[in-house]
Structures are given as C-alpha cells and as structure tokens.
C-alpha cells in the first residue's frame, strides 16, 4: 500500500441498510478524517480523528459513526442508509502537526442509496 | 460562523492567465490551503501560504492577505489538462477537523 486507499471504490445500497466505508493510510499519520461531497456543496467534515483511540463530529455527522482502533484505519459506518447519503465520500489523513496540516486524500466512494 | 467564498466558475483560454480569488471569514487561522480536483478523482495539494505574500511554485502561485481575509490563486500558461476544481481551505488551527472548504471553482481551458 502507498499512501491511503478506500474499499469499495463505488457502492449501490438499498435503503435502510448498514454500510461501512473502509480507509486505510500506511503514512503513520495521526489524523484522519471523512469528507463526503455533494454537488454545488463542496467537501464538508462528517467525522475526524486527532489519534487512535479518539474521534469527534464534524459539519454533518448525523447518521455516520466511526472509529479508530489503529493508527491507520477509520472505518465509516452508516447504521441505517437514506437516500440523503447519496454522495462521494473521502478519507483523508494528515500528520497533524500544529504548524503545517496538509492533508492526503484517499480516491473516494461513491455511493448510491436507493 | 466559517465562511469561505469562491467563484463557482470561470473559464480562460490556453495559453493564458486566470486568478481564482478566495475570500474566509473563520474562527482560528492557521494558514490557507489550495487543492486541485479533477472530475472524479480526488483533492490533491497545490499550494500553502500562511504568511502574507506570494509563494511561487512553477506556473502557479498563491497570494495571501491575512488582514483582508483573502487568497487568491494564479495560474500562467494555461494548459488543457489544468481545466479542474480549484479548492481553497482554510486550517482552523483547531481541533475541529482543522480544514474548512470552499465549495470550490470550475475552471474550464478552452482550445
């Protein structure tokens, strides 16, 4: 693995139906984090992660959880799958530092509820 | 609240120059971020500015007032392949998830 990759790379799910989105980064970077982007909307924060063994909401964290067991995975969950979560979700990571934050995004889920 | 503005769209022709312009209104700033995303692909860097000035990075620059809350991105010598989404983000310096993005600008090249 180089870098951060996401599994599936596109998904067709029925409504009502629990989903996890996976991320994984072989960059050892601290944070991690999920976008999803909607036309006209831009990236928007659902959820992020300072470190393992921490997690916090973001913009629009309704109906998403996460979790960090490890360094390099943040899996998203969505319990319950509405079509309003109709979008292209990203992983994101950075190494978190207080003076310089890029961040490296992973290539993205598409997602479809139906 | 976090506010960020940007073109929706713009589009130039090859071989010339474009500025994208980026205004923030935010809690916390710790440096201005500009990303390039191509359809269906993902964000990928392009420039940082945290100190007011013009950082220089080969055909594209980026400029930074941090008194009037404004970047703007330059690019010279359009080329086909730079018709993208242009993203600007802010670093928060917080731990909310730390970056705020615009909704970014569609820049279309044209022969």
């Known amino acids: 693995i180089a870098g951060i990759t996401q599994a599936p790379t596109s998904q067709i799910l029925a409504a009502g139906r629990r989903m996890t989105l996976r991320c994984t980064q072989d960059m050892r970077h601290n944070a991690m984090y999920w976008y999803r982007q909607d036309l006209g909307l831009g990236l928007r924060l659902i959820h992020y992660?300072?470190?393992?063994?921490?997690?916090g909401k973001g913009e629009v964290p309704d109906g998403y959880s996460v979790s960090r067991a490890n360094t390099d995975d943040f899996p998203l969950t969505l319990a319950s799958a509405v079509p309003s979560q109709t979008s292209v979700y990203f992983c994101?990571?950075?190494?978190?530092?207080?003076?310089?934050?890029?961040?490296?995004f992973g290539p993205g889920t598409r997602l479809t509820v139906l | 609240g976090q506010n960020i503005d940007q073109p929706t769209e713009m589009t130039a022709t090859e071989g010339a120059i474009v500025q994208i312009n980026c205004t923030y209104q935010?809690?916390?700033?710790?440096?201005l971020f500009w990303y390039q995303q191509h359809a269906g692909e993902a964000p990928t860097f392009l420039s940082y500015n945290v100190l007011d000035g013009l950082e220089e990075k080969g055909r594209f620059s980026s400029f930074l007032s941090r008194s009037k809350g404004y970047s703007y991105l330059l690019l010279k010598e359009l080329q086909m392949k730079d018709s993208a989404s242009y993203l600007c983000?802010?670093?928060?310096?917080?731990?909310?998830?730390?970056?705020?993005f615009g909704r970014g600008t569609q820049l279309t090249v044209w022969p």
């Open positions: 983000a802010v670093d928060r310096g917080s731990t909310l998830g730390r970056l705020y």
């Open positions: 994101a990571s950075s190494p978190d530092r207080v003076s310089y934050n890029e961040q490296f």
């Open positions: 992660s300072n470190t393992a063994g921490t997690t």
């Open positions: 935010t809690s916390g700033f710790n440096g």
